[in-house]
């Protein structure tokens, strides 16, 4: 780039096509996005560029290599190696041995002009617990009762067999059981095992106003609680894979309601296609009808398509739709698009209520928080900006990225979103003050998928080359990178009691990964970079050939999973 800058073309070329071999395994990306830098009016316009140029590279070496290579250059009297290094390169020196460069993804990463400026931003402290007075908390205290009942029970029936007869006894204790029964019954007997992992999680204030639960809704999650099966690395969860037929590359996003009922796909048509799975394979009547707005504002068309698939039609946007995204409960639906808006969608009135306008450049993605009401969106423009239904401003500007944020998750507490970016970096935002307080550094190419635990302690993310990597938000520090995937890892999804991730991508794979046990060896080694932290590969899912798009573990622990098929006729 230094040559290009002085007009020098053909020395550059030599130059880089020389020693592009030496770097083609961890930066394949970077080359061929440099391979097209021709004049120096390119270098300004290609940020990748702009970065190189004005940033340094952090590299990871221990003791012994450093003291190498301090030796080497002082013996050869390297004065051109000294200035690139001083330059353009930081050293971050560890004690002890070596290690290998697959367990520690960050042993080379482009870092700011302050070496120290992720550092300090991680810093901070991070509030990573579950959410006060929730549902799942009084779930966990009425448990908490039932035990001390059933404790109680046991201690006065050792009693009442020394005074009384048999019989008193027994009337005791069948007293004490039916209370004991009637309060386990009202939240289920088998959640104890199920919220274990969650319930060792602190309690946090919410920093937004959330709205109330509804009592219906609150008895649906009990119940879903209830019946829910445990999933581990023994017990794996059932499958349900949906696959969009014949799209001839028009499919860019899907989405699963959150107890799978419904799917969504968003087309670059500028349309978006709902999907009802009770419907799927019953005739249905044609019908057509517009919303009050006209169609350009919300228009529904129920459909037989080839005589099998009934979907409802919503038109609205004015380009390629990137992303969509159901509500908690399913009765909304988001969806954002390269004209740079965002619409709200009811399924219950089949129409677009809202058109939010406030990016600047197409909107990449799109999530609804945990609780409903709140949504955060991510865009061409650098910016994640947090909304919520009944305004048409954003509520929060999130602005740090230095390229495009690609994907958005909120943290489960609503207390924090996290941002993935094609700057190769992960950050996580405070809600309340727009605050960048944790930056993930470690990726080598841009990131594409976000998943938190149910317990908020750990996050996942993947990224454009398939790895995936875990992070403690609490240390700012990576548990373990996941090597598997050979394409895009699209989307990621931990199973509801956190033991489990899946993973999809665009090598028309779904993996599940084994996320229980490597947790809890780095507890009780603390250790780091130990190959032996390194998440298990419980099981990969072939899809033939079908990219996977969205995946989604259902309340009742059912595996969904979508994707697209361009060429297929079948």
Known sequence: MDLVAEGHMQEARSFFHTFREDHEVMHSRDLQKLEGVLSPSHLEEMELARSFRKNKFKIKLCEYSY??????????????????????????????????????????????????????INQKEVHWGLLEDSVEERMEKALAESDKIEAESKDADAEDNKKRNAEGGKQGASLKKAKKDKLVGATGKSVRTETSMVSVAPRVKPELTLPATPVEVEQSILEDLRNRAQLNSVALPSVSFYTFLNTHNGLNCSSISHDGSLVVGGFSDSSVKVWDMSKMGQPAKISRS???????????????????????????HSGPVYSAAFSPFGDFLLSSSSDSTIRLWSTKLNANLVCYKGHNYPVWDVQFSPVGHYFASASHDRTARIWSMDKIQPLRIMAGHLSDVDCVQWHVNCN???????????????????????????????????AMSPDGRYMASGDEDGTIMIWDLSTGRCVSPLLGHSSCVWTLAFSCEGALLASGSADCTVKLWDVASSTKTLKTEDTKGSSANRLRLLKALPTKSTPVYSLRFSRR??????????????
């Open 67 to 120: 003291e190498l290579l301090l030796q080497y250059l002082q013996k050869t009297q390297a004065l051109v190696v000294l200035g690139v290094i001083n330059e353009h390169i930081t050293f971050e020196v560890s004690p002890g041995q070596p290690s290998l460069i697959s367990d520690d993804a960050d042993v080379v990463a482009l870092i700011g002009t302050s070496k120290d400026l992720a550092k300090q």
């Open 290 to 316: 517009q919303g009050e707005n006209g169609p350009s504002q919300g228009e529904r068309i129920s459909t037989l398509d080839e005589g099998k698939r009934t979907y409802t039609l919503f038109q609205g």
């Open 557 to 570: 622990n059912l595996l969904f999973a979508s994707g697209a098929l361009s060429l297929s006729s079948s």
């Open 416 to 450: 924090y979103i996290a941002t993935g970016s094609s700057d190769k970096t992960v950050r996580l935002w405070d809600v309340q003050t727009g605050e960048c307080i944790r930056m993930f550094i470690g990726h080598r190419s841009m990131v594409l998928s976000l």
